[in-house]
């Protein structure tokens, strides 16, 4: 870590070296560069505890990553041990390996553009037309109907366990009416679910799709692409699109996610049910209340103090949709009423 921290470690020979981390990578950025090393973590859905492990995983990251980055993700370059000390991408003991990529400019990414006012409808537009796209290309994933629903109500059972967690503080009353509306949903209005994977509208999407990752520059492009597991980028394009579109709500911007949702179906000539795009947001709203209540349990120690209020914001989401789909399941029921 000193090493990659000092500037004089780099072939572009920086000024100065930022460090940022995740709990999977440290990422060390450079002038025009960032170096990313991943951590020596085993976790339930991720193994690099290995020299050989994370090397895979650098490769793969490369590699998932030119669909939507490509002029971002340069390649995967060694961490050597030579005589003379510590070295990036020469001959010798290779101890590490780093995903090398074109630094990116922080006030262009989605998350901080839009509160600048720095992405107008053009912009947006063109933004849409390039997921469009992306998703129109995207390799389907075959799943039956059935194995498709199992694994909602097993993604909503991991959900539910770690939100009725007392130790978190959540209202329990919220997170109680979420769960009954999501598997209500479920129960009720399963077909439209199924009904995706059975027109082979899953497909092999990004798994992450956040403004954070979303460059407005030029070239638009989208990054961190998830590449440990492909299971998790498996989905719905709508589901993804309705997870961009909580988290710009959750950043200030409802209008601008529904707006992009709206342009990217139009793109797809594609739509699915208000119902189901509901159930979608509920789902990813309370999904992220659960990543980031989570962080209360990790060994670091982090503070409540921002963790529980976030996830509180994402929680008021869900549960807004659960509320959407009690409506739904309210006017349902008057209308058997009136027939009968």
């Known amino acids: 870590m000193d090493f990659l921290c000092c500037p004089g470690a780099y072939p572009e020979a920086p000024r100065s070296v930022t460090t940022r981390q995740t709990h999977m990578s440290w990422v060390f950025l450079t002038g025009e560069r960032a170096y990313k090393l991943k951590k020596p973590v085993r976790l339930p859905y991720l193994d690099y505890s290995t020299i050989a ?3 895979a995983a650098c490769r793969a990251e490369i590699a998932v990553n030119q669909r939507l ?5 340069l390649g995967v370059v060694p961490l050597v041990r030579t005589v003379e000390g510590l070295a990036i991408g020469q001959t010798g003991e290779v101890v590490d390996w780093l995903v090398v990529m074109r630094r990116l400019d922080e006030a262009q990414m989605l998350e901080n553009a839009l509160p600048a006012g720095l992405v107008d409808r053009p912009r947006l ?6 997921l469009a796209d992306f998703y129109r290309h995207a390799r389907p994933v075959l799943v039956p109907a059935a194995v498709h629903l199992n694994e909602w109500r097993r993604q909503l059972a991991r959900n539910q366990r770690v939100l009725a967690d007392r130790r978190f503080g959540l209202d329990q009353r919220l997170v109680a009416r979420l769960d009954r509306a999501q598997r209500r ?18 497909v092999d999407g990004h798994g992450d799709l956040r403004p954070e990752h979303i460059f407005t520059g030029e070239p638009i492009a989208v990054i961190d692409r998830l590449e440990f597991n492909p ?19 959750v950043l200030g911007f409802a209008g601008v996610g529904a707006y992009l949702a709206e342009r990217v179906a139009i793109g797809l000539h594609d739509a699915v049910d208000a119902s189901l795009y509901s159930f979608y947001r509920g789902y990813r709203a309370a999904m992220r209340a659960r990543l980031i209540i989570g962080h209360l349990t990790a060994p670091d120690g982090r ?9 509180g914001r994402y929680l ?10 009690e409506q739904l399941f309210a006017e349902r029921a008057r209308r058997v009423a009136r027939a009968t």
């Open 125 to 130: 537009d063109h933004l849409a037309g390039f």
């Open 69 to 73: 980055a490509r002029a971002i993700y």
């Open 231 to 249: 299971a998790f980028r498996f989905a719905d394009p709508f589901d993804e699109l309705a997870f961009l579109h909580v988290e710009c709500e």
């Open 185 to 202: 949903f479920l129960g009720e209005c399963g077909d439209l679910v199924g009904e995706r994977a059975g027109l082979a509208r899953i």
């Open 53 to 55: 492990r994370r090397e």
């Open 303 to 311: 503070s409540p103090d921002r963790w529980r209020p976030l996830a």
């Open 316 to 325: 008021a989401v869900a549960v807004r949709e659960a509320a959407a789909l």
